[in-house]
């Protein structure tokens, strides 16, 4: 493989008048009174097993729960994980979750997905950003080049793979990644952070501080340059980009009764072959309060606004605002009902502007989202829960949607649980789905506009019916395993029909598809400094066109690209008192549709906590090869190359 092109930065060489860029838009902020850190690294033996297993987590039934008891197949990554890792970016975090699918399209944007169905427009999987939905209603999916935090600040990582609508709503389908950030007084002080790789370069400023009345917060700068990758066949793949992010938290109380102000704001530049940059730009504010009321019951409201602009030289510009408000309460009856309550409305106001390739018509639409949902956990006996709930959801296009699901649980002992669950969940119809038209603008025969492609104006939601049966024990206390089964049937799938009104195509849902699988992971604490994780997820994911489709991609499975099994080994070392190695092995199973050959590759990284204030990491991904590609097809698709980094966090 030739893969020459344009020299790039050297591995080793840090870009300092980039990483100034992040470092002095805070500068200001940086002359007040430094504070001691309040969140210090943690070595493997402050880290337990037993600790990790009794991390509290929120996704699975949106209240504080121990994550061995939670009855779902949920993954947290934790910050320490995230900080031994060396993976410097959001979706390449991601690959420590052994329930994702992650791989990467080209220089800026990934294919992230659980229990199949990937592409680089998917469309089943939510995210979260502290508790801030991050989905794009153009098709479901999320531009993962515009989401972007500062990894330090990062407390977990909630990953829950199979359905999760009932409490989160349309699109939860196959998973829910939930982005938590740290609370503002566990980010006193300032700290700065600067890494560099063979094409990617990152700096970082964070403050932390006091209010009066009791509060904290933080302020935080962020800027990122990723040049331009290389494609298989030698030659640049232009999807390079320049990002920079400033935000900030604060937080007041303590306890049960806290509340949050949070925001953030971002801009930036996606390299285009041949054209102008495709410009970004966005912001979004969020409020949360949370209270316990008398008798115990828990209330907490959240309200955000999320403003975000895409101008596409040539395609189109987007101009979307949403404004998003939730209620919910959790409270416990008779003593063994654990009962969760809540509703939510989301009010989206898009404005786009065609250009004359395609377009989304009508080019300015409201959109709505409404819904109520109730969970009801019952504890039978000491040792068996039933869990049950639903959620109502209506939106614009096929109104009213039921999402119930049902769930047993049976703890037959202090370190152990076993699970079932049957669910409902849908994918409503995004813009794509009904109002896309190629060209905008028709040729019209006989008063008829004929579109090559147009959206379906009866596209229904699409439906999976998903079934799971997992396990998880600790049968020694440096030993945790877990595994789940699941089988999901989906009806209703898109596809690409002959118009039926003339000629071109519409979008129609003739198609049904079925996944069934298994996913396991385990972690053994080998000695007091040894810790080593392993992750398989072994998967089937069939579709097919229905009788009467004459879509062709349908029938032959275009749809998915997916490997039927993918995994991982890693091992985590503390060599010495603030001295930490960690390598990381993943397999990723070959694709079929574009086809991809499987690969394997391999990320190490050491960090030398030089003193309580000073961490210097080396790192390196994929040091099995020169370069492989994850997704896509043909000569022009993207390869990821192996590489080297540096990253510098000071805490002052």
């Not at 950003?129 to 991050?134: A, C, H, T, W």
């Not at 639409?365 to 000491?382: K, P, R, S």
């Not at 994850?630 to 966090?649: H, I, P, T």
């Amino acid at each position: 493989m030739n893969l020459r092109r344009q020299p790039p930065a050297g591995p080793l060489c840090l870009p300092l008048s980039r990483v100034k860029q992040a470092v002095f838009l805070l500068a200001g902020v940086l002359a007040l009174p430094a504070q001691a850190f309040d969140s210090e690294p943690e070595d493997l033996e402050t880290l337990s097993l037993e600790a990790l297993a009794n991390v509290r987590v929120t996704s699975v039934s949106r209240r504080s729960e121990a994550a061995a008891d939670a009855a779902a197949s949920v993954y947290v990554i934790s910050a320490e994980a995230i900080r031994r890792s060396g993976l410097p970016t959001l979706p390449e975090v991601l690959r420590l979750a052994p329930n994702l699918q992650v791989a990467r399209v080209d220089a800026r944007n990934y294919a992230v997905t659980a229990r199949g169905f990937n592409s680089a427009f998917e469309n089943k999987l939510l995210v979260l950003i502290d508790g801030r939905s991050v989905y794009t209603p153009l098709f479901s999916g999320v531009f993962w080049d515009a989401q972007d935090v500062v990894l330090e600040d990062v407390e977990r990582i909630e990953v829950i793979s199979g359905a999760g609508a009932t409490m989160w709503g349309a699109n939860a389908v196959n998973g829910v990644i939930n982005i938590i950030t740290k609370a503002a007084g566990a980010t006193q002080g300032t700290q700065l952070s600067a890494s560099t790789q063979r094409d990617l370069h990152i700096g970082a400023v964070r403050h932390g501080g006091t209010l009066a009345g009791g509060g904290r917060y933080r302020v935080y700068a962020k800027a990122l340059e990723q040049d331009d990758i290389a494609r298989e066949n030698g030659l640049e793949n232009v999807t390079g980009y320049r990002r920079s992010q400033a935000g900030f938290r604060a937080d007041w109380g303590q306890g049960a009764d806290t509340s949050t102000l949070q925001g953030d704001a971002y801009q930036g530049a996606l390299h285009q072959q041949g054209t102008r940059a495709i410009r970004i730009a966005g912001a979004n504010l969020l409020a949360r309060k949370s209270m316990r009321l008398q008798g115990g019951t828990d209330v907490s409201a959240q309200a955000y606004w999320d403003f975000t602009e895409r101008n596409q030289p040539l395609a189109f510009v987007e101009h979307l605002n949403t404004l998003d408000l939730q209620v919910q309460a959790s409270q416990v009856l008779a003593e063994r009902h654990r009962l969760v309550w809540g509703a939510g409305y989301r009010k989206a106001y898009d404005r786009i502007e065609n250009g004359a390739g395609f377009g989304f018509l009508p080019g300015k639409l409201d959109m709505h989202w409404g819904n109520a949902f109730v969970q009801d956990e019952i504890d039978v006996t000491d040792t068996v829960r039933v869990i049950a709930g639903a959620k109502f959801e209506h939106n614009n296009y096929t109104g009213m949607e039921f999402l119930p699901t049902l769930r047993l649980a049976w703890k037959p002992s202090g370190d152990s649980l076993a699970w079932a669950s049957a669910s409902r969940t849908v994918r409503a119809p995004s813009r794509i789905d009904r109002d896309f038209y190629s060209p905008t603008v028709p040729r019209v025969v006989n008063g008829v506009p004929q579109f090559a492609i147009a959206g379906g104006p009866d596209f229904r939601s699409e439906v999976a019916n998903v079934f799971e049966l997992g396990y998880r024990i600790q049968p020694l206390p440096g030993l945790s395993y877990s595994a789940t089964a699941f089988l999901s049937d989906y009806e209703r799938l898109r596809t690409l029909e002959p118009n039926p009104n003339g000629p071109g195509s519409v979008f129609s849902n003739l198609a049904r598809g079925r996944t069934r699988g298994i996913e396991m992971w385990s972690t053994w604490e080998a000695a007091r400094a040894l810790r080593l994780t392993a992750g398989l997820v072994v998967q089937n994911v069939r579709t097919e066109a229905e009788a009467g489709s004459k879509d062709a991609s349908a029938a032959t499975g275009l749809a998915t690209s997916d490997p039927s099994n993918y995994w991982k080994l890693q091992a985590s070392y503390d060599i010495a008192p603030g001295h930490s190695f960690d390598a990381l092995l993943r397999h990723y199973g070959s694709l079929s549709r574009p086809e991809v050959p499987a690969y394997e590759s391999l990320d190490l990284n050491y960090t030398w906590r030089i003193n309580r204030q000073v961490d210097l990491s080396v790192s390196g991904q994929n040091l099995l090869d020169a370069a492989h590609p994850e997704f896509g097809g043909g000569v022009n698709r993207a390869v990821y190359e192996r590489s080297l980094g540096l990253k510098l966090v000071w805490r002052l």
